[in-house]
């Protein structure tokens, strides 16, 4: 949640600047600057199609601009040699999958391949990495078990231990809670952030539920057509008229009695009507 503001210091800067990037003929992001808070949580909204997981696969550098340039601390991700930029910038994808019968400690394990070189093999602080994910992550007594034996929400922190065993400052997470119950949604996001406050890791991640962007981010980015229409704090960004705006929905935005940040609730056509002490 966002109500607590942790004491953090200053983490790497990831940045996009002047960012085109397409597939084949079709544009998908165009003329995109972006700077994003180190140290902090970033939601990445809006509807599907919008560029969110095309904006997050060039931070990764997976797809390459086809004008502009992503940043890290001022260098182009394009001249950051493959192993050092593994050891600074993770990623998980939507979806990843694991080979049949791979255990959990050996998925996990396969984060530490960017600190593997030929003369430096697997190491005494290799392996404390690894313990340190899995206990982070309450997979300890998982280790031994076959990803593909897992629940949906086991397996899901599974690959998030492997990131965190990756250690690297920066995060990116494309929708980290697709396909899980609420349950298990919250189980990562609180997972999530618990990484953020504790090891001052910079997140940056597609959601695609608002109230859960804005519970758990310090930055909120609303996107529509590949362009940013908004960001800043979630009360800033989340608004009726912007979520009209950037996803066609009528809703009436108040306030989370849990949180305090934002609620959204939608108005569908059947729900037309305005509830007494909303915005």
Not at 8 to 26: C, N, Q
Not at 109 to 131: L, N
Not at 174 to 180: C, G, V
Request: glycine fraction near 8%; hydrophobic fraction near 40%.
């Amino acid at each position: 949640m966002t109500t607590a503001e942790p004491d953090k210091r200053p983490g790497p800067e990831l940045r996009a600047e002047g960012l085109h990037l397409g597939y084949d003929h079709r544009v998908v992001v165009e003329d995109l600057d972006l700077v994003v808070p180190p140290g902090r949580i970033t939601a990445i909204v809006g509807a599907n199609a919008c560029g969110k997981s095309t904006l997050l696969r060039a931070l990764a550098r997976l797809l390459a601009p086809r004008r502009g340039s992503v940043r890290l601390d001022g260098r182009a991700l394009r001249s950051i040699p493959t192993r050092e930029l593994a050891q600074r910038l993770g990623i998980l994808p939507q979806t990843p999958v694991a080979p049949e019968g791979l255990t959990v400690i050996d998925l996990v394990s396969r984060g530490r391949s960017p600190h593997q070189t030929w003369w430096r093999q697997w190491s005494e602080s290799d392996e404390a990495a690894v313990r340190e994910a899995l206990a982070a992550t309450g997979l300890t007594g998982l280790a031994d078990r076959a990803v593909d034996e897992l629940s949906g929400g086991q397996r899901q922190r599974a690959w998030i231990a492997m990131a965190v065993a990756q250690g690297t400052p920066v995060l990116l997470l494309d929708e980290p809670t697709t396909y899980l119950d609420l349950a298990h949604q919250i189980d990562v996001l609180d997972l999530i952030t618990d990484l953020n406050r504790r090891e001052n890791r910079t997140v940056v991640m597609v959601l695609h539920d608002l109230n859960h962007a804005c519970r758990y981010a310090d930055h909120v980015i609303a996107m529509k057509s590949g362009r940013i229409v908004a960001q800043g704090r979630p009360a800033e960004v989340i608004t009726a008229a912007t979520v009209e705006d950037v996803f066609d929905l009528r809703c009436q935005v108040t306030t989370d009695p849990v949180s305090g940040t934002p609620l959204v609730i939608p108005m569908g056509r059947h729900h037309t009507g305005v509830a007494a002490g909303t915005d």
